[in-house]
Nanobody, 120 residues
Framework: QVQLAESGGGLVQAGGSLRLSCAAS????????MGWYRQAPGKQRELVAR???????NYADSVKGRFTISRDNAKNTVYLQMNSLKSEDTAAYYC??????????????WGQGTLVTVSS
């Protein structure tokens, strides 16, 4: 089994910053891509940012220049630094990882979500 533990959400004023963390644990052989998604009330879940095992990144157009995704492979952790937050960034943020387990199974694992609320 593989588990994801997210942290870092909260309430922040517009223009402020937050840093989300997502740590993977369990029967992990290797972690491939890691990403952050978000879902606002009444909307579909969307990709925010993604980073491959080699460090290549891609971002949603709406967050380019404001958010930065990074990972610490030694800690099996992915981060999302969010700056210049806007009210439209308010959403539940979910971490997703692609994992190869020690039993050589390929899994896509989702975190439980962490709420980010940006007040205007």
């Amino acid at each position: 089994q593989v588990q994801l533990a997210e942290s870092g959400g909260g309430l922040v004023q517009a223009g402020g910053s937050l840093r989300l963390s997502c740590a993977a644990s369990g029967s992990i052989r290797s972690i491939n891509a890691m990403g952050w998604y978000r879902q606002a009330p009444g909307k579909q879940r969307e990709l925010v940012a993604r980073i491959t095992s080699g460090g290549s990144t891609n971002y949603a157009d709406s967050v380019k220049g404001r958010f930065t995704i990074s990972r610490d492979n030694a800690k099996n952790t992915v981060y999302l630094q969010m700056n210049s937050l806007k009210s439209e960034d308010t959403a539940a943020y979910y971490c997703k990882t692609q994992v190869t387990t020690t039993f050589l199974r390929y899994l896509e694992v989702w975190g439980q979500g962490t709420l980010v609320t940006v007040s205007s």
